[in-house]
């Protein structure tokens, strides 16, 4: 009951601390903060929260997947999310949201070649009612559904974001697998650091002048960030370890409705009740994955 309970829970803190950490990291952009510096600062900030972590972990003990699969969570997660940045620095939160639902749909087909994962008839059903969704919130757009919708680039960027993280996921299991929840996280923390710092480096990055950008106001803003990605993450690898990579990607998405209702909440954003029909079709094809 009480492993239940903490499952149930951490899928609960999942929800809300995804679509919340999004809102922030797009208040940041919006207010001239290079995108690759938030990702950078975030990950940073939470590799020195785990510095308790990383010094009372016997490190020499790990397998050698552990760290070939940390390295590879690097690379996808760094990239994943500064793609995931810049998507939300010009598009909109509502809109963007929902296309992480096809997340699922690539950790499943990953999972089945590296977990061996296999969904069955109503995790297939499920899936196709998370497409079918999202084709009304994506309908809102001034392009609508259509090919002239995936030409935008803040389109472009989330479906790379969505790509990149639905790989990371299973490569982050696999280093749950090798290690444990909290090991596996404070490694997701420290390799996503280096990797991000690299990203400034072959993007040349002028890392002082963008520091300089950061006024006193923005410290809240930053630790609310961290705050959240934090609990995103490691709610993320409490679920992995305890139900299949596909399923709870897919429960993730009850995110949806509140990346919906924030869009419209904080950036006024229109087309809500098109955009909630989408977002319960999407859920009801979460329900199913994880009931049925």
């Not at 009612?129 to 609508?144: K, Q």
């Amino acid at each position: 009951m009480i492993s239940a309970f903490s499952l149930a829970l951490a899928v609960l803190l999942r929800i809300l601390s995804n679509p919340l950490g999004n809102v922030v990291q797009k208040q940041l952009t919006n207010r001239g903060h290079h995108p690759l510096l938030v990702n950078f600062l975030t990950y940073l900030l939470l590799a020195i929260a785990c510095l308790v972590i990383i010094v009372r972990t016997d490190w020499q003990a790990l397998p050698p997947a552990f760290w070939w699969y940390s390295i590879l969570v690097g690379i996808t997660g760094a990239l994943g999310n500064a793609f995931l940045v810049k998507a939300l620095q010009g598009g909109d939160l509502s809109v963007l949201g929902p296309i992480n639902a096809y997340k699922s749909v690539i950790g499943m087909i990953v999972g089945i070649f590296l977990l061996g994962e296999i969904p069955g008839f109503w995790g297939v059903a499920g899936v196709l009612l998370i497409i079918y969704g999202s084709y009304f919130v994506l309908d809102t757009t001034e392009e609508r559904f259509s090919w002239a919708l995936l030409q935008k680039s803040a389109i472009q960027y989330r479906i790379w974001a969505m790509m990149l993280t639905a790989i990371e996921a299973v490569f982050i299991k696999k280093v749950i697998i090798a290690s444990s929840t909290t090991i596996a996280f404070a490694s997701w923390c420290f390799f996503g650091a280096i990797f991000s710092f690299v990203l400034l480096l072959v993007y040349r990055l002028h890392v002082a002048t963008e520091l300089k950008k950061i006024k006193r106001a923005d410290y809240i803003k930053y630790l609310l960030l961290v705050l959240c990605i934090g609990t995103m993450q490691y709610t993320t690898n409490y679920a992995f370890d305890h139900m299949p990579v596909g399923y709870a990607l897919s429960l993730f998405q009850l995110s949806t409705l509140v990346s919906v209702f924030l869009g419209y909440k904080i950036f006024a954003e229109k087309d809500m009740r098109k955009k909630m029909l989408g977002a319960a079709i999407m859920i009801v094809g979460s329900v199913i994955i994880i009931l049925l």
